[in-house]
């Protein structure tokens, strides 16, 4: 039997990627260009993600679905900065430099999926996939973080 789950971007206390990158810049206090970026994220906390896989695993609802995976909640990547630097209890440098500047510079240095996955908004509504797996209550973006902060 298949169940299929699409997670929106995974973060955790082994977190890869854009996010590794993200927390390094901020725990060296980088200035980052990030000040006007006010985009809608949908992130997933890796607790979430895996008690999505074993609630899938057992239950009968799901059999054939696709499941959108996501937090409840989204985040700016300019709130998603401030609160990883607010964990860290670092300061974080939010320059205001306009969306456009940033992917045009980060097309001319090949980085510009990377500037465009932290520009761009990208919602998931987990509401039906909550609903198939009968869950009612996930960690919360917060309270994600902080575990990812304190865990590293």
């Known amino acids: 039997e298949l169940v299929i789950i699409r997670p929106a971007s995974v973060y955790g206390p082994s977190a890869r990627g854009n996010f590794s990158s993200l927390m390094k810049a901020i725990r060296n206090k980088i200035p980052l260009t990030l000040g006007l970026i006010d985009n809608q994220r949908s992130l997933l906390d890796i607790e979430n993600l895996s008690r999505i896989i074993l609630e899938s695993i057992t239950s009968k609802e799901a059999v054939g679905k696709i499941l959108l995976a996501a937090d409840d909640e989204y985040i700016s990547t300019k709130e998603l900065v401030r609160l990883i630097a607010k964990e860290m209890k670092v300061k974080c440098y939010l320059l205001p430099v306009p969306v456009w500047l940033l ?7 090949g980085k510009k999926q990377m500037i465009k996955s932290l520009t761009a908004s990208l919602k998931v509504d987990n509401s039906e996939t909550k609903k198939i797996l009968n869950i009612e209550h996930f960690l919360t973006v917060k309270e994600g973080i902080k575990k ?3 865990d590293r």
């Open 148 to 150: 990812m902060v304190k």
């Open 103 to 109: 992917i045009s510079v980060a097309k001319i240095l």
